[in-house]
């Protein structure tokens, strides 16, 4: 089956960076856009970017832009985030996800890894 596992997730301090990995297995990895998602306490999960097989990205949720930069490696079916000087407000869960559309809306995903926390300190 399908599984999607984020992780490099962690407590660090605002100004600093955090990668993020999500290894896929179960897929014709290439095949698929891949997604980050993020959810803060009490918030809608809310898209972050996206990149197609090409290392096409969609634009950047504006909150992460200019910060953060999205990357995938086909061949090790794996996604990742480069998460540069981070925020408080950028403490959430992050999810990886994939899709067959061209999207930033949740709802377009079909599979979801489990998250991986992300706690940034002021």
């Known amino acids: 089956q399908v599984q999607l596992v984020e992780s490099g997730g962690g407590l660090v301090q605002a100004g600093g960076s955090l990668r993020l990995s999500c290894a896929a297995s179960?897929?014709?990895?290439?095949?698929?856009?891949m997604g980050w998602f993020r959810q803060a306490p009490g918030k809608e999960r809310e898209f972050v970017s996206a990149i197609t097989w090409a290392n096409r990205s969609l634009p950047y949720a504006d909150s992460v832009k200019g910060r953060f930069t999205i990357s995938r490696d086909n061949a090790k079916n794996t996604l990742y985030l480069q998460m540069n000087n981070l925020k408080p407000e950028d403490t959430a869960v992050y999810y990886c996800?994939?899709?067959?559309?061209?999207?930033?809306?949740?709802?377009?995903?079909?599979?979801w890894g489990q998250g991986t926390q992300v706690t940034v300190s002021s």
């Open positions: 996800a994939t899709s067959d559309r061209w999207t930033t809306d949740a709802k377009g995903y079909d599979y």
């Open positions: 179960g897929l014709t990895f290439r095949k698929y856009i």
